[in-house]
């Protein structure tokens, strides 16, 4: 069972717009949440986190907003440029514990950012 | 610079073959991971190493095997390559106590493995 969920595959954004890219957890022992950004034969990227007892981070353009009760993550980016059409994927972890900091992936979002 | 690096970028090979993935960081990192990512799909831990002659086994059965003889390496290894391994395999790092909380990894570029 998928323990992150990101249930749009795809998204198209107007330049200079907001993306909102969103991301829903089920195991309440998570403690991190990363975002990844991916080009096309490369490897991810680290964009930005945000630990579970924080409601908010910013980086420059980018946002993580956390809803712990709800169980759910987004990443927003303003303004929105056509370098930032990638694919987005969310990432938990839990730090302590047997399998403590591994990385668990959602599927990923497609951004399309239109000039 | 540091980097972590993977060859081959790409390969297609013929099944029954053997097939060694080599992963190598210039970062001093402790951890060592291997994921396995299909298209569409979310990426699947299927190894990682804490540090040299630790290895564990991921959330994702896999047939591969890996090894951690020097801090650096972290090569996979696939005995009899079948097509059902056709995928894109991950490689990545990060260190051992992590800088501000969230365990941050570094990945390679990724390795393409196509079985015939």
């Known amino acids: 069972d998928q323990q992150v969920k990101q249930n749009s595959p795809s998204l198209s954004v107007q330049e200079g717009r907001i993306s909102i890219l969103n991301c829903d957890y089920t195991n309440s022992m998570f403690d991190y949440f990363l975002w990844y950004k991916k080009y096309p034969a490369e490897g991810p990227t680290f964009l930005i986190s945000i630990s579970s007892i924080k409601d908010k981070n910013e980086d420059g353009r980018f946002t993580v907003f956390l809803n712990k009760s709800a169980k759910h993550l987004s990443l927003h980016i303003v303004p929105s440029q056509p370098g930032d059409s990638a694919v987005y994927f969310c990432a938990a972890s839990v730090s302590y514990g047997g399998s403590q900091g591994n990385l668990i992936f959602g599927k990923g979002t497609k951004l399309s950012v239109k000039p | 610079e540091a980097d972590i690096y993977q060859t081959p970028r790409y390969l297609v090979i013929g099944t029954g073959k053997k097939i060694t993935l080599e992963c190598s960081q210039t970062m001093g990192h402790d951890k060592m991971y291997w994921y396995q990512q299909d298209p569409g799909m979310e990426l699947h831990l299927i190894h990682y190493?804490?540090?040299?002659?630790?290895?564990e086994k991921g959330d994702l059965s896999s047939e591969s095997t890996v090894s951690r003889i020097r801090t650096e390496h972290f090569p996979l290894t696939l005995e009899s390559a079948r097509p059902s391994h056709t995928s894109q395999y991950l490689c990545?790092?990060?260190?051992?106590?992590?800088?501000?909380?969230?365990?941050?990894?570094?990945f390679g570029a990724g390795s393409r493995l196509t079985v015939l």
């Open positions: 990545a790092s990060s260190p051992r106590f992590p800088r501000a909380g969230a365990n941050v990894l570094t």
């Open positions: 190493s804490y540090g040299v002659n630790s290895t």
